[in-house]
């Protein structure tokens, strides 16, 4: 006969203890590991054993012990941890790690560089497994950031540098750091001099690039961020198709322009185009991209120097008309408590782009603001065409280029949201 069946009594087991040299965390943030999320923040720190200074790179355990993963600590930054592996890593096969997902991310992103597009983000953070890491290619000219102070570890930039020369045709490679972030991740100031120039060239900080075959002008010593708006490359030309569909060429209008990046595909395909910025700066290189583009546009371009509030609140009041108006506002809401305010503002633009717009009119409506969400931004803009009596249609809703990929489980990489609406 079979042996009956009885319920034993598991053996207890003590947890693990917390590794020697290392960071516990708490559940909560364990959790959120698990769940294929990669930040911890300082709050979630329950314990830490490192040495003075502490390396760049440590081990991550909750607190019974179980190792998380490998991540780049940052002791001054909110954001402590950043996990690079699920598993324990010295600095030499980090270093191996970086640059095979370095090149794995460039082999991700050639199949979208050609004649018409030689500009791309060839690297795009945590979204490419390597957490503080933005990079950035123009034309001939490779931009890097490093955003987090693990990077700045011993052969971390030579790997880097060492990837992008044997990767891609760029003649220099140039650092360029982000001061508001360096200051929040308590880095020292970086170098002028490039990481690296190809022998008998001269190190080029100004370059041509080229977006959807529209040439544009780079410095990598002005302008914002690492210098243009590479994620909005595929809305760009949405913008331009759109008009055309809805036949809305006429009159269009750019509000924050920046450095031109809708207004000029506007113009290949609208009668004029007018380009708004408070940024005198940002005008001045946009009049440059509009001379670049001179031989295929024939449009009037013009470009008013401007605060985008009070411009179309005056322009609205006066009974301006356009048929087709692009918002690409600054992000307006840098954390969850700026959200309400950023709200208004979304409304405040939308509800006087609306009163501008001829019927059947196109209005593309973005935000670069993670905090604020789909619903947030469509509430705003539905509030706002309530306001106005018109009635909206949603076309379209678009998010960044690929070259700036979301991850599912990393909700910070969804940020750019655009919205392609035909107004009666």
């Known amino acids: 006969m079979p042996t009956p069946w009885r319920q034993t009594s598991p053996a207890v087991t003590e947890p693990a203890p917390p590794p020697a040299t290392g960071i516990v965390i708490s559940r909560r943030a364990a959790d959120r590991l698990r769940q294929g999320h990669v930040w911890v923040y300082t709050s979630d720190i329950e314990a830490t054993n490192l040495p003075t200074p502490p390396p760049p790179l440590v081990p991550v355990a909750d607190s019974r012990g179980l190792l998380l993963g490998t991540a780049l600590y940052s002791p001054a930054s909110q954001i402590a941890l950043r996990v690079v592996s699920r598993e324990a890593l010295d600095h030499g096969a980090w270093l191996k790690l970086l640059a095979a997902r370095l090149r794995a991310s460039i082999d991700r992103r050639k199949p979208l560089l050609d004649k018409g597009n030689d500009a791309c983000r060839l690297c795009f953070s945590e979204a490419d497994e390597l957490p503080g890491l933005i990079i950035d290619q123009y034309g001939p000219l490779a931009i890097v950031q490093r955003l987090t102070h693990g990077l700045l570890a011993p052969g971390t930039i030579e790997a880097i540098v060492a990837v992008l020369r044997n990767e891609l045709a760029v003649k220099t490679i140039i650092e360029r750091p982000d001061a508001r972030i360096r200051e929040l991740e308590g880095l020292p100031p970086a170098g002028n001099e490039p990481l690296w120039s190809a022998r008998g060239s001269k190190a080029r900080h100004q370059v041509k690039f080229h977006i959807n075959g529209l040439a544009f002008h780079y410095d990598a010593e002005s302008g914002q961020k690492t210098g243009a708006f590479l994620d909005q490359r595929l809305n760009y030309a949405a913008a331009r198709d759109w008009a ?181």
């Not at 113009?267 to 946009?286: K, P």
């Not at 309400?340 to 939308?350: D, I, T």
Request: charged letters at 25%.
């Open 244 to 424: 055309v569909r809805l036949g809305k060429t006429d009159r269009a209008l750019d509000v924050c322009c920046y450095q031109g990046g809708f207004a000029l595909h506007l113009a290949e395909v609208c009668r004029g185009v007018t380009g708004v910025d408070a940024s005198h700066a940002s005008l001045e290189v946009a009049e440059q991209n509009l001379a670049a583009n001179a031989a295929h546009i024939q449009a009037s371009v013009d470009w008013v120097e401007a605060d985008a509030f009070a411009i179309l609140r005056d322009w609205s009041d006066a009974g301006e008309k356009f048929d087709t108006i692009v918002l690409d506002p600054p992000a307006f809401a840098k954390s969850k408590r700026a959200v309400e305010g950023a709200l208004r503002g979304y409304k405040e633009l939308n509800l006087r782009a609306i009163k501008m717009l001829t019927p059947g009119g196109l209005l593309v409506s973005c935000s670069c603001s993670h905090h604020v969400g789909w619903a947030d931004l469509e509430g705003a803009i539905a509030s706002a065409a309530a306001d106005a009596g018109r009635r909206v249609r949603l076309l379209e809703r678009r998010g960044a280029a690929p070259d700036h990929p979301v991850i599912l489980t990393l909700p910070e990489s969804e940020y750019l949201k655009c919205l392609v609406m035909e107004v009666e």
